[in-house]
């Protein structure tokens, strides 16, 4: 099939046709029969994501299923903010720190906490090669999830995407929890995480239970990873004031948001922390909260 033919087909379901003609050539190559397969699923609303089963994220190739949510393009934003709040920890605190300590919570597939534990590893082992000759860091990563599909899906995330040999490495394994939000640290006692995090990172459901969605969306992604409640800040809310705790000494807490719920949860956020911002996306609104453990 041609890539004009396959265009048209798709316009009645993509906003971006042509785009996903080409995935589906690339993907597919000549396998006529694979090819009008994943036009029959992608013209019932199934995205493409979920009928090819995994999906390149940053510098992670991800299993994705519909048992997690789909990592979008705003999310890259906000691993590059959590990268950036990491390193500048990391520089500050070199000298002291033999570990680092980041929770992903509400970690869906994985996609920001694997992201940070690849990409920030590498900046880790690259920055002590230039200034240290004997200094070692580990980062220690961990995800926590209410979903036992999503926790299941995230650990094959890490064991397709990183050597599992730990012997010289530059982090340990990451810890994987189950529990809604904090509750997933208080479950395994106080003695496993009475070692503050440096870096929490989140990006919870932000959407309200009145907001309409693309067909797509409402059908096949999973509507705990999408809606929050009544506002669409509950969840974002409940983290901004419980995060702090499990913070250490100038952590960073790093949250995606909608952008029309930035300037209230910033207000929210600086009753408890320090150097509140927000980050904006590549469309310039804002994206990210970022504040820092006063």
């Avoid at 220690?140 to 050597?163: C, G, H, K, M, W």
């Avoid at 730990?166 to 939000?181: D, M």
Wanted: glycine share 6%; net charge negative; hydrophobic share 35%.
């Amino acid at each position: 099939m041609q890539l004009t033919e396959l265009t048209n087909q798709l316009s009645e379901v993509s906003h971006t046709p042509e785009a996903e003609a080409r995935f589906i050539l690339e993907e597919y190559g000549d396998d006529s029969d694979s090819i009008y397969d994943a036009i029959s699923e992608r013209k019932s609303g199934k995205p493409l994501q979920y009928i090819f089963g995994s999906w390149k994220f940053r510098n992670l190739n991800l299993l994705l299923d519909e048992r997690v949510l789909i990592p979008r393009l705003e999310t890259e934003i906000t691993v590059d903010v959590a990268l950036r709040c990491l390193s500048e920890f990391v520089k500050e605190g070199l000298t002291a720190l033999s570990v680092c300590r980041v929770l992903d919570v509400g970690c869906g597939s994985g996609a920001i906490g694997l992201s940070i534990l690849k990409e920030g590893s590498e900046y880790v082992e690259n920055h002590l090669k230039e200034h240290f000759t004997n200094k070692e860091v580990r980062l220690e990563i961990t995800l926590s999830d209410i979903s036992n599909d999503a926790l299941e899906v995230a650990r094959i995330n890490y064991e397709q995407n990183f050597n599992m040999v730990f012997e010289n490495a530059t982090h340990n394994p990451p810890q994987f929890l189950k529990g809604s939000w904090f509750e997933a640290l208080q479950r395994v006692g106080e003695s496993n995480y009475q070692n503050k995090f440096h870096l929490i990172v989140s990006n919870p459901p932000y959407i309200s239970s009145g907001e309409d969605l693309p067909r797509e969306v409402e059908s096949y992604e999973p509507r705990v990873a999408l809606r929050s409640g009544k506002t669409g800040c509950e969840d974002l809310s409940h983290i901004i004031l419980n995060a702090s705790p499990y913070l250490a000494d100038d952590g960073w807490l790093v949250l995606e948001l909608a952008p029309h719920q930035a300037d209230e949860l910033a207000m929210l956020a600086e009753a408890t922390y320090k150097n509140v911002s927000t980050e904006r996306d590549l469309a310039g609104r804002k994206r990210v909260l970022v504040c820092q453990k006063i």
